[in-house]
Every structure is written in structure tokens, then in C-alpha cells.
């Protein structure tokens, strides 16, 4: 914001000031409502961003951008870089946005949910026109932030049936439940669970859901001594399957894991320690990495387009910043690819 609330932007000479004064609140006031609406009683950033609507005022640059119509700038927010699943969805909506002149900004919040929100301050001051988000799971008053800089936004990677957020991407839980039904179909009942750190992500928490949700229709219950989170490793994989044999109570004959890298090693912790797959233990993935299908045995995975969901992704945006009102994309269907690592129980054999 430029010295004493001076700036212009929008209307000829509406200045932070005047919107201060038609909002009957302080600069600061309007400032944080821009920045960190969080910190702003929803009452008091409801008449700012009114009063700034009716001006015609944005901040600085995001005014700067108005004013120039176009920065042909979007950015785009992913946990990690260190997984092919964001690769191909950045690689995908990068392609597909350049195509149309506009250059995208890569934040990677490292699953940090303070880095994530500073990220996106960041791409905002840069005068971004359009944001993809990874996931639901934010601090709070983040997508206020975006909304109130008036920049279109999708959530990728996610669609919670009911979500106010306009997202490209698949049903978490649903995919879930369809893994748990295939293994109890196969006569599984005891099992374990290996999986990604859940805080501050949407996507982890859901597939937990749907894996309860759907073993307690059966009656049956994950125990916690055969429940292991923590980092998306094959080494934290391996560790985990040899502490989940290990502990107290009936082993499972199924461990579900909540990516690939996660189910590689505990293959590979299975072959180490003398136990077969799939004829004492089923493994199932999350993914479909390219390794998936040359593990011993191959893997069964679910696969999701994520190229799709970012060339989707690109589109709801490109069709925002032309400025039409595009309906969210539907959910794009997980599939369940079925290989050698699961197999009946031992039990139902």
C-alpha cells in the first residue's frame, strides 16, 4: 500500500483512505481485511470490501494489475515437490495456460500450512490474475485472502461432495472405500494402515474416513497398534510394516497404504522379513507410479489422472479470467488397477 493510503487504483483518485472513511474504519483496517482478513471481524471486512467494491480500490499491486487490465500471471500451490502425482498436474496446467500467454508462479509449501498461506501472499502481491490450490486444508482466512483480491481460484487434487470451493479432482474417501470393499471382498478382516501425515491435509483425512467408514460396515475395526503416519517414504514403509507385524494381537492379512512410496517399501520390508505377498499379506498403493507396476509382485494402486486435473484446472481458470462464470468441473473418476500384491486371505484361500 503506497504512503499514507495515497496510492491509486480503480476509480480516479479512490485512494485507501476513502475507503477507510466509507467503511468508518482505519487504514490498517482496510489493509488487514486485503491481507489478513483472519484478523478482521467478518462484519467490519464485509463493509471494507463493499466500500472498495463501490471505489473501485484494490491494493497495490493487485490495483496496479487492474489498472493495466492484465499481468497474464497465475499461480499455482502444491505441498511437495518431491511426488510425480503435483509434477503432472503442474506440468499439465502449465502447458495448457501458456498456450494462452500466461505465465504460472510454483509455490510449494513443503505440507507447511504457514508456509502455504505466505506462498500465496507472495503470489498475490505479485499481482497473480488466477490461483490453483492444493487441497482444502488451510489456514483460516486464506482463500478469504484470495477472494478478497478478486482473484478466481480452483482447489485441485480434491472434490468433497458440499464444499464451497470451486475444485478439480476426485473423491478422497470414495477411492478409499473402494479399496477397503475390494480386500474385504477377498476375505480380509484384520488390517493395517500406513499413511501420510493427516494434519493441514484434506486428502489424507478423507481416505481415512472412507477406509473406516467402509470396514465398520462390515463390523470391523483397524487396530491402533497396526496403524503407522508419517513421511510419504519407502523408508518410512519398510519401518512401518516390520513395527505393524511385530505388534501385539492377530496380524493383519491387508495393509493399505496411502501412496505408492509408502506400499514399495513395505513390499519390500515383506520380502525381508520371510513374508509373502500376496499369499500371507496384501499390500495396496496410491498413485500409480511408474514403479508401481515393476514391483515383485506388481502393485495394486489406485490411478488418477492428474494431467487431466490440471489441463481442467487451467480451463476453469482461463475461463474465469475471459470473464464467464464456469461451472466447477465434475469429479474425475479413481481407478482401482488391480495386480499381484492382493489376494485372498488366508483364511478365505
Known sequence: MGRGGREKNGQPGARALDVAAAAGVSTATVSRAFNAPEKVAPEVREKVLKAAAELGWMPHPAGAALASRRTWLAGVLIPTLDNDVFASQVGALQTRLSAEGVTVLIGCSNYDADQAANQVRTMLARGVEALAVVGESHRPGLFETIAARGVPYVVTYSHRPGSSHPSVGFDNAAAFRRIARHLLDLGHRDFGLIHQPSIDNDRVVARIEGLRATLAEEGVALRPQHVREGPASIAFGRKSLRSIMDAPGPRPTAVVCGNDALAIGALLE????????????????????????????????????????????????????AGRQPSPPPPLESRLILRASTGAARSAA
Open 270 to 321: 515383506a520380502r525381508a522379513i520371510g513374508i509373502r505377498v500376496p499369499e500371507e499379506l496384501s499390500i495396496t498403493g496410491f498413485d500409480d507410479v511408474a514403479m508401481a507396476e515393476q514391483t515383485d509382485p506388481p502393485l495394486t494402486t489406485m490411478r488418477v489422472d492428474n494431467a487431466e486435473i490440471g489441463q481442467r484446472a487451467a480451463d476453469y481458470l482461463l475461463a474465469c479470467l
